[in-house]
């Protein structure tokens, strides 16, 4: 996860998530693009990000298109208590 602070005083955050389903790379592009002009830039938006480049890291790893390593998408996960969704519940606890 990167923490990006561009106002020390706002205490509003905004949480950018990416790489969900393993077959849908291009979030983590677009996100890793977002980080790259954010370091390089003068002019720093006054905003406060959360920035998690690829939460399914395991469905990556297994070659799953859609599904962690449960076999689950984790997109149909948020809100409900299920054991085998750790990276859901982590980021409902942010």
Sequence with gaps: MIKYQGNKSCSEKSLILGWVHPGEPNGS???QNLIYNLSKSDNQPQLNLLIIPMINVDGVVCGNYRTGFAGKD???LYGKNDVLAVEIQQIIEL
Excluded: E
Aim: glycine residues 0%; positive net charge.
């Design 29 to 31: 592009l677009i996100l």
């Design 74 to 76: 984790l997109n149909r």
